[in-house]
């Protein structure tokens, strides 16, 4: 069983930054990829970064792509998501994605992005 909790959500004004962090607990072995996933009002969730379970390669969604960087720290099975350059549209409820045997889902964290 794995526990995702996010945190780092919050305001911001366009062009601004926010680190989003998830941490992994529970009884597991290690977790394989991990992924930040965002609902925004109005479309189905979408991925927008992913990480493997060394770290060395990530993958990016278009919209995000050269302003979003996602990190992994294997040693607290934790990922962040550096977040620059923000803009209104990035709005929304981010989740952390872990896959360890099955699939775990974080609760979610708000950012705004507005002037």
């Known amino acids: 069983q794995v526990h995702l909790v996010e945190s780092g959500g919050g305001s911001a004004q366009p062009g601004e930054s926010l680190t989003l962090s998830c941490e992994a607990s529970?009884?597991?072995?290690?977790?394989?990829?991990m992924r930040w996933y965002r609902r925004v009002p109005g479309k189905q969730r979408e991925m927008i970064a992913e990480i493997n379970q060394r770290g060395d390669f990530t993958r990016y969604a278009d919209s995000v792509k050269d302003r979003f960087t996602i990190f992994r720290n294997s040693a607290k099975n934790a990922v962040l998501l550096q977040m620059n350059s923000l803009r209104v549209e990035d709005t929304g409820v981010y989740y952390c994605?872990?896959?360890?045997?099955?699939?775990?889902w974080g609760e979610g964290t708000q950012v705004t992005v507005s002037s």
């Open positions: 529970g009884k597991f072995y290690t977790i394989y990829e």
């Open positions: 994605y872990a896959h360890y045997l099955q699939d775990y």
